[in-house]
């Protein structure tokens, strides 16, 4: 039976484009569209737990990261894909502290899109580096998962432990006011976030916060 998808965007061309494209995918069928995030939240359906929403960032009257933050308020098992023009490192970053599980250009090929949607069905997330590959924290044991978490955490230093929990606080921080928080000079700040890079396998800042979450590394 297929999943049921949410669609938000405010452009009607791109929204029923993208309804005919997901339609045309045997797993998943569009069951409801909305011009902005106001409309959304008023008509979004209830008791559905396998309602994936894409969400555009960009809107009226009620943008995408206020649906996100609502989402995770009021909807939490609502899982989330923005779809975006605006696909910077900021604004990506942005959307997963909200609970995006994954994000797309709006560019993105049939192909890609169903990688998506299958990817968060399966793994909870989709992230094109190294989230994608490695199994879920869900798909694992219990004793595996706390294993797991307990080698990462090896891996990394305190102080590259608290640039990871700065990098993801809610309060936005630039790499700048990492540093002056952490007492760093800009080269320092540099080597962390490489460092980062290297240990966790990502590429960008976005997947530094999406690892993060993903392996529970800022409930300390």
């Known amino acids: ?18 309804a005919n ?26 008791d559905d737990p396998s309602l994936i929403a894409i969400v555009d960032l960009n809107m009226p009257v009620m943008d995408g990261y206020e649906v996100l ?36 250009g ?13 990817s968060i069905v399966l793994t909870g997330y989709f992230q094109t580096e190294r989230l994608e590959h490695e199994p879920p924290p869900e798909a694992m044991s219990a004793t595996r998962h706390v294993r797991e978490r307990e080698r990462i955490l090896g891996s990394i230093s305190d102080r590259e ?4 929990q700065l990098l993801c606080h809610e309060d936005e921080y630039t790499y700048e006011e990492i540093g002056s928080r952490m007492g760093l000079r800009p080269r320092s700040v540099e080597n962390y976030r490489t460092a980062l890079f290297h240990k966790l396998g990502v590429k960008s800042k976005t997947g530094l916060v999406l690892y993060a979450m993903k392996w529970q590394l800022l409930e300390m």
Do not use: C
């Open 106 to 118: 709006k560019s993105a090929r049939p192909p890609v899109l169903k990688l998506a949607l299958d």
């Open 161 to 164: 432990l608290e640039f990871l």
């Open 21 to 46: 494209m997901i339609d045309r995918l045997d797993d998943y069928k569009v069951v409801y569209q909305a011009s902005n995030g106001r409309q959304f939240v008023e008509g979004l359906p209830k």
């Open 69 to 104: 933050e609502w989402l995770a308020d009021h909807r939490p098992e609502v899982r989330s894909l923005v779809l975006t023009f605006d696909a910077t490192d900021e604004a990506m970053a942005r959307a997963v502290r909200l609970g995006a599980r994954g994000f797309l």
């Open 1 to 18: 039976m297929p999943l049921n998808i949410a669609l938000v965007d405010d452009h009607d061309l791109m929204r029923t484009a993208l």
